[in-house]
């Protein structure tokens, strides 16, 4: 099956820092999605993003569908950026979606 | 615009006892997909559901078993509870006729096995 990396595995910024989450996978995908899992558990939908470029307040995402990677920045974070950051794609094409995740990013924000 | 919930969000049970795990799809979505989460770990795919048949499974054993009903909500069933049954069982939910697939979690069920 398809296989998703991400980097790092961890990281750690002061609050105000930028970065940016790499996730990398195998084969062609018609779904890539970005995740933010809260300290409760929900993953929370950040992009739906096969292919192009989006933005959304801080975070904005890039997916280079020919080079089967993609990337999640944020800028000025902030502490309620804490969490795990998931990468997750499906490869098939047909209906409703199959999802095959990475093991994520854990990033902290500390003051 | 009810989102996807799911119930109970914690419980505990001893091993070789069942489990039943509901969930209900966000308003308009006819599909819904079950994922296990050990800790530390990413999701994995369990099962989906759609028109009230299992439509895709992953690499999990028949010990995992689920139903839709057809007001598109869902149980998920675990028997004969392992410890390694322990992790957050989420569940998902999309329709089936979306330009996108794009998935949408509920806050999970965090089950222990004893």
């Known amino acids: 099956g398809i296989q998703v990396e991400q980097s790092p595995p961890d990281l750690i910024l002061q609050e105000g820092a930028n970065s940016t989450l790499r996730c990398n996978f195998s084969?062609?995908?018609?779904?890539l999605q970005w995740f933010h899992q809260n300290p409760w558990g929900q993953l929370i939908n950040l992009f739906y993003i096969p292919s192009g470029t989006k933005q959304n307040g801080r975070l904005s995402a890039t997916t280079v569908a020919t080079e089967r990677y993609s990337l999640l920045y944020i800028s000025s974070s902030q502490t309620t950026d804490s969490g795990v950051y998931f990468c997750a794609v499906e490869a098939n094409t047909g209906t409703a979606s199959k999802l095959t995740f990475g093991t994520g990013t854990r990033l902290q924000v500390t003051l | 615009d009810a989102g996807v919930t799911q119930s109970p969000t914690h419980l505990i049970k001893t091993r070789g006892q069942q489990v039943t795990l509901r969930c209900s799809p966000k308003s308009g979505h006819d599909t819904v997909s079950w994922y296990q989460q050990a800790l530390g770990q990413g999701p994995q795919f369990i099962f989906q559901?759609?028109?009230?048949?299992?439509?895709q499974r992953g690499n999990f054993p028949d010990r995992f078993s689920g139903h839709q009903f057809p007001n598109y909500s869902s149980e998920l069933n675990v028997n004969a509870l392992l410890l390694g049954d322990s992790a957050l069982y989420l569940c998902a939910s999309s329709l089936v006729l979306s330009n996108t697939g794009e998935l949408f979690f509920g806050e999970g069920s965090r089950l222990t096995v004893l």
């Open positions: 084969d062609s995908v018609n779904n």
């Open positions: 559901y759609y028109e009230e048949e299992e439509r």
